[in-house]
């Protein structure tokens, strides 16, 4: 059985195979297993907070940017909490964020979201 962070990565994969455009950078793509240990915790971090937020119920109603601008604010949090001093890229607000990465943000919610079904 998979762990919520590579629910995560694998929707992150997945989006990212989708909505990106031309060849993404290998580190778009790494698998799981390679994927560095401080990535892995916040996949399973933000997973386990898109899983609570949905659990309480009322998600339902949530158009499909908010449930991306959940996932990217979730995922702020955790480069914050692990990385000392970020790239701006890394914790760009959602209008800042290019159109594939919010499309993908939204992916992993609805992933998420069919996971616990």
């Given at each position: 059985m998979m762990t919520g962070g590579e629910i995560?990565?694998?929707a992150w994969i997945a989006g990212v195979?989708?909505?990106?455009?031309?060849?993404?950078k290998p580190s778009y793509v790494t698998p799981w297993d390679d994927t560095p240990a401080w990535e892995q915790a916040s996949a399973g971090a933000v997973y386990e907070q898109v899983a609570l937020l949905i659990r309480q119920g009322?998600?339902?109603k949530l158009s499909r940017e908010q449930?991306?601008?959940?996932?990217?604010?979730?995922?702020i949090a955790q480069i914050y909490r692990r990385i000392p001093d970020p790239k701006?890229?890394?914790?760009?607000d959602w209008e800042?964020?290019?159109?594939?990465q919010q499309e993908?943000?939204?992916?992993?919610?609805?992933?998420?979201?069919s996971s616990m079904a």
């Open positions: 995560f990565r694998e195979r989708k909505h990106f455009p031309g060849e993404p009322g998600t339902d449930k991306g601008r959940f996932v990217a604010l979730c995922w701006p890229a890394y914790v760009a800042l964020l290019p159109e594939w993908t943000d939204a992916d992993i919610f609805e992933h998420v979201a």
